[in-house]
């Protein structure tokens, strides 16, 4: 099968080699025993953690080389019994390590069959980012109908998911974007505000009746002014730090307003508690049904052209999902 993997830790432009390598078996290394399902790979999802792989400094360290990955979308080639799908189904998986090739194989827990209304693209752009962000806002987050999200980095692919799945529970949305055409994406995505973070967006928030919850995939020096745009008893929900630095908290100002920062490590998590895999699964796919959940595709390239992907989100140039496809629809 025809393969992209990572031979060095150069970066993007280096560190990824096409390759024909050996279809993999049902065996899946989460589980180690021979329950993979099986995907024919029609288009692969590219994320912040494949960037960081291609130059080491990603916490899931393969030896060299590997085939990244995460997050796939395709045909069934073949399940085990009491999986949830079966042979020819229409699926999105999350096979972790091995999604940049024509197949794949995924833990039947993290496999879900996938609605006709979405394609292969937006399939692959689904698990990562909106199982991310259900779980961030309605677990984590804690998340009511008829409270207000404020969500920072909000034209990319998790914050694009968290305004959809945010409207989907019943909330009003803030967005937080950097441009004039970010601002379209989230409005595209459902945004009932939007406001500039290249401008006085904390004070814009506040005078919009300031956020219950603040859903952050970003960090940098845009935390402190999230808790001062939270009201009373908010939640800022801390979901990674594409801006590069790890943001400090000083712990008076959480008393200030009786308000809580809180983790949402979706992938630690659903790993040790498979069992809230397929209850996000029906709890999206209902919102697929409902029209509320539909990935925004940015850019649609071929897997030669990884590397072009992976350089749109190092120079925050992605706007929704980057995908990459590997067969016709």
């Known amino acids: 099968m025809k393969a992209l993997q990572i031979t060095e830790l150069s970066g993007p432009r280096g560190a990824l080699q096409l390759a024909d390598l050996p279809e993999p078996a049902p065996q899946h290394f989460l589980t180690g025993g021979e ?37 796939v979308a395709g045909i069934v080639r073949s399940a085990p019994a009491g999986a949830h799908v079966k042979a020819g189904d229409r699926v999105a998986a999350f096979p972790m390590l091995g ?17 006709d209304r979405l394609d292969f693209a937006q399939g692959a752009a689904l698990i990562l980012n909106y199982h991310t962000a259900w779980f961030a806002l309605r677990l984590r987050g804690r998340l009511e109908a008829g409270e207000t999200v404020l969500v920072h980095g909000a034209a990319g692919g998790v914050g694009t998911a968290a305004l959809q799945v945010a409207r989907g529970l019943g909330a009003r949305t803030i967005a937080v974007v950097s441009s004039d055409e970010k601002a379209q994406v989230a ?10 973070a290249d401008g006085p967006w904390k004070d814009a928030v506040k005078e919009l ?23 009373e008893d908010g939640r800022l929900v801390v979901v990674g730090f594409t801006g590069g630095s790890i943001p400090e908290v000083r712990v008076n100002r959480l008393l200030l307003n009786n ?21 996000i699964g029906g709890e999206l796919h209902a919102l697929i049904e409902q029209g509320v959940v539909a990935p925004l595709i940015g850019a649609r390239l071929p897997l030669e052209q990884a590397a072009d992907a992976l350089e749109l989100l190092e120079g925050r140039r992605a706007t929704g999902k980057v995908v990459l496809e590997l067969r016709a629809v």
């Open 35 to 71: 329950d993979g399902v099986v995907v024919d790979v029609h288009a692969t999802g590219v994320s912040f953690p494949e960037l960081l792989q291609t130059r080491g400094l990603y916490q899931v360290r393969p030896p060299l080389p590997f085939v990244p990955g995460s997050e």
């Open 99 to 115: 999604g940049w090739a024509e197949v794949a194989v995924a833990p039947a827990f993290l496999t879900f069959p996938l609605p």
């Open 187 to 196: 409005r595209a995505a459902g945004a009932d505000e939007v406001v500039r």
């Open 209 to 231: 009746g300031g956020a219950n919850v603040v859903l952050d995939p970003v960090g940098g020096d845009r935390f402190t002014d999230s808790l001062r745009s939270l009201n």
């Open 259 to 279: 308000v809580s920062v809180v983790g949402a490590g979706w992938g630690a998590y659903v790993l040790k508690h498979t069992e809230v895999n397929q209850r």
